[in-house]
């Protein structure tokens, strides 16, 4: 399975992005994808992860619930990330990952197996 991630860029502080990964390959089904974030000197940190089957629940990180969005679909294996009032502090680098089974531990970047290439964000203030 690859991951393809897109949609990043440049943004003024305020503004919006759409972000995209999309399954390619041998997709099994998956019950969990997620997004990670890494800014420059700074660990990779949990952004949002969705929940399949359970009517695709979602999960935000404190920081970006209320402005971040995440939908999918899991028959088509894709995910989108719409990034509302977006800060300077959002700018990293955003990467989509993806694991078999669904994780309590949903927020940890070690449990999911399968990571797209990430894509730039870069908010300006």
């Known amino acids: 399975v690859q991951l393809q991630a897109s949609g990043g860029g440049l943004v003024q502080a305020g503004g919006s992005l759409r972000l995209s990964c999309a399954a390619s390959?041998?997709?099994?089904?998956?019950?969990?994808m997620g997004w990670f974030r890494q800014a420059p000197g700074k660990e990779r940190e949990f952004v949002s992860a969705?929940?399949?089957?359970?009517?695709?629940?979602?999960y935000y990180a404190d920081s970006v619930k209320g402005r971040f969005t995440m939908s999918g679909d899991n028959a088509k294996k894709m995910v989108t990330l719409q990034m509302n009032s977006l800060k300077p502090e959002d700018t990293a680098v955003y990467y989509c990952?993806?694991?078999?089974?669904?994780?309590?531990?949903?927020?940890?970047?070690?449990?999911?197996?399968?990571w797209g290439q990430g894509t730039l964000v870069t908010v300006s203030s």
């Open positions: 969705i929940r399949w089957p359970m009517g695709s629940r979602t």
């Open positions: 990952a993806a694991r078999r089974y669904w994780t309590v531990a949903y927020y940890t970047d070690k449990m999911y197996d399968t």
């Open positions: 390959g041998r997709a099994l089904s998956m019950d969990a």
